[in-house]
């Protein structure tokens, strides 16, 4: 009996054994399994650590000469970076001696190459964009922890009238969740930045009255997009009431030029032309031709940088407000209206190719039959005057499109 009951708590205190030993083996290798689920993550992240930290500082510091009579330059992150205007301007921002930071999420609506070129553009310019989401404000927070930037020049954005009617969640995460997380960023920063943002023209939706004025009825968007910008000009007011942000707002009309989005419709009217492929010409009600207050990117990046000299300082700090702070709209046009079918005309000039042309009416689909932009506002503040013509622009749109496609004038690839 003695015997049998020895060796059943022998058994037994061996099983405990086991049992335990198998406990312990389970919780170190969940432990090191959440290590190493933790460290991927830390080692996969696009940014982070000491090495990012001081490209981000490298990138963002001004480099104007002491003295210079424009000052001692300004520290500028730019959302958007490698997008159309956001390219353009970070180029211009650097070349004349600013600190430039980029941040852009490189995402699928058009083409990424073209948006990976671009980063390569900046970066051979010593601009450093980090790939990344505006939504992500632990990334936005860890920038103004390494860097006091002065400015924001915030031209993220999902783009385009048309696209918002198969993908509307999307205008809804980028211009209004990430134009607020963007917004909280900037109000806690210590300094706060002031502000300049991408509006739109088209929040001028269905009014009639032409040239728009700043000072017009805005209550009537055609379309989404339309809505997300009209809301982020609501959004951004309240955001300089509460917290003192310096905020000026641009109504950007129709920009075009070199790099520019593949969307827009002269820049697919070039590759169709080219292909030999026929294009679709809208045209509005009783047979009246669309037309566009087209807009030059270099006329754009005069208003952009001068808006980011003339900001004016936020006021707020922890975010509380101290005082009023400046709050802006103005907007940034040719002031001259083109016609599509003349749009048409001048590339076919420019490229030395006649276009095959489908004319129908202008679906229900959000676009506006016109845009005219009174700039009276921007000249007086800006000092803003456009001096770029669609014929000399487009001509300067397809010299870059030819070179940056490959097309040789009298190849297989061109057609004469």
């Not at 809301?231 to 009431?241: Q, R």
């Not at 990117?297 to 509380?320: E, H, M, P, Q, R």
Request: proline share 5%; charged share 20%.
């Amino acid at each position: 009996m003695n015997r049998q009951l020895h060796r059943c708590f022998a058994s037994t205190s061996t099983m405990f054994l086991w049992a335990l030993f198998l406990v312990a083996m389970t919780a170190s290798y969940l432990s090191f399994q959440s290590f190493v689920d933790t460290s991927s993550k830390y080692f996969a992240a696009s940014w982070g650590g000491m090495h990012w930290e001081r490209q981000i500082r490298a990138s963002a510091a001004p480099r104007r000469p002491p003295g210079s009579a424009a000052g001692a330059g300004m520290s500028v992150l730019v959302t958007g970076a490698a997008g159309f205007v956001g390219t353009h301007c970070s180029l211009a921002l650097r070349k004349r001696g600013d600190g430039v930071v980029g941040i852009d999420n490189f995402n699928a609506y058009y083409d990424p190459s073209l948006k990976k070129a671009r980063k390569a553009l900046l970066s051979s310019h010593g601009v450093f964009v980090v790939e990344g989401d505006i939504n992500d404000g632990r990334l936005l927070a860890k920038f103004f922890d390494v860097v006091p930037f002065t400015h924001v020049l915030h031209l993220a954005a999902q783009a385009g009238v048309r696209y918002a009617m198969e993908n509307p969640a999307s205008y809804v995460h980028s211009n209004i969740a990430g134009l607020v997380t963007l917004l909280e960023a900037c109000k806690d920063a210590d300094p706060q930045p002031a502000i300049v943002w991408a509006s739109s023209s088209s929040v001028y939706g269905l009014n009639d009255k032409v040239p728009f004025s700043e000072r017009d009825r805005t209550d009537q968007p055609a379309s989404l997009y339309a809505a997300t910008k009209k809301a982020g000009e609501e959004i951004t007011h309240t955001y300089n009431h509460i917290y003192g942000l310096s905020i000026t707002g641009l109504r950007f009309f129709t920009v075009y030029g070199p790099w520019g989005r593949p969307d827009m419709a002269y820049f697919s009217f070039t590759r169709n032309i080219l292909q030999g492929k026929p294009i679709t010409v809208y045209r509005g009600k009783d047979h009246v031709d669309l037309a566009r207050d087209f807009t030059y990117i270099d006329d754009i990046v005069k208003g952009c940088l001068g808006s980011l000299d003339t900001a004016g300082k936020s006021t707020g700090t922890g975010g509380k407000k101290r005082g009023p702070a400046p709050y802006r709209i103005f907007n940034l046009g040719n002031t001259s209206p083109v016609t599509v079918p003349n749009l048409v005309s001048i590339l076919e000039k420019h490229l030395r190719v006649k276009a095959k042309k489908n004319v129908v009416e202008m679906p229900g689909n959000g676009d506006v039959p016109f845009t005219h932009a009174n700039i009276s506002l921007a000249r007086e503040q800006l000092g803003y005057k456009p001096t770029t013509n669609l014929d000399v622009g487009l001509k300067k749109f397809v010299k870059w499109y030819l070179s940056y496609y490959g097309y040789t004038r009298g190849s297989k690839n061109f057609r004469q």
